[in-house]
């Protein structure tokens, strides 16, 4: 599996939240969120702002596809 939004999935782990306890807080179910991850539909800003709140950290670092200090992909 290729995750497009590695960091979303990084500040899910550092939560402790399992894939499913994340979807439901968001409100939707777990495919719907395997989906957003893996970039195979998008995720609705109502849902980026409130990763954005749950994890503390901005919008711009969530929807970037590398970890934080690492080179940008080619």
């Given at each position: 599996m290729n995750l497009r939004f590695v960091n979303?999935?990084?500040?899910?782990?550092?939560?402790?939240?399992?894939?499913?306890?994340l979807a439901q807080k968001l409100g939707v179910s777990t495919k719907t969120y395997y989906n957003w991850i893996?970039?195979?539909?998008?995720?609705?800003?109502?849902?980026l702002i409130n990763m954005s709140e749950l994890f503390n950290k901005d919008i711009d670092y969530l929807l970037r596809d590398k970890p934080p200090n690492q080179p940008?992909?080619?």
């Open positions: 979303i999935e990084a500040e899910r782990a550092r939560k402790e939240l399992s894939k499913e306890s893996n970039g195979d539909t998008p995720i609705p800003s109502t849902a940008e992909r080619r």
